[in-house]
């Protein structure tokens, strides 16, 4: 196991990437999970490096059917300025990177909780406000309205994508093909040295009920099983199904 997976009791692995639908479709599972134990989130790169996409028509006819679907089975909200403001903006670069180097930079500035609120904040950001999240001024904006001064911010994202970032994608990765998972979202309970992938498709749109599951799963009362069925997008964004 490496630095990111490092073993404690009871805590939830959220293997996500911050431009997956079906991870914002999930976002409610990771609200109710934090008031139950840990959550850990690992940003896999679905869009980073040579898979970072320029928007066209294509990707917006790709992804418009998914995201409606996704709105339909969890209950999130996609807003008008992204489906008729940011999906059709040719100018537009879909980056993984940047929103993941931003979690990662408010964790160290605030701790973990911290860059889940941002994680959270820039869901909210590209799905409901048409926001450019890959853009460095949008995320200083996110992180100055979470509490943190701009230049701590900027100092941060500059030394966590010059010494952390590519290592977090890795090890994001690397974990997912450990758990034998298959995309994002992909949630792992940690109970002791034990992972166990957790099937959080019945759970979609129903958050209470799967933050009592989780504390049954935590308190040794019921026994997870198998993979998620969750609707997923693949690891370099392929296919979301």
Sequence with gaps: ??????????????IHDPLCGWCYGAAPLVAAARKVLPVQAHGGGMMAGRNRRQLDAGLRNYVMPHDRRIAQMTGQVFGEPYFNGLLTDTSAVFDSAPPIAAVLAMQALKGNDAGLDMLAAIQRAHYQDGLRVSD?????ALAQQLGVDADAFAQAMRKVEKEELDRHI???????????????PTFVLQRGD?????DTGMWLGRPDEWAQFLRQETSGNVSADGHSSVAQ???????CS
């Design 1 to 14: 196991m490496n630095d990111t997976t490092e073993m404690q009791a009871n805590v939830l692995h959220y």
């Design 136 to 140: 460095a001024g949008t995320l200083a």
């Design 170 to 184: 890795e090890a994001s990765r690397e974990l997912l093909n450990h758990v034998g998972g298959r995309g994002f």
């Design 194 to 198: 034990t992972l166990e992938v957790l």
């Design 233 to 239: 997008c693949d690891i370099d964004g392929g296919n």
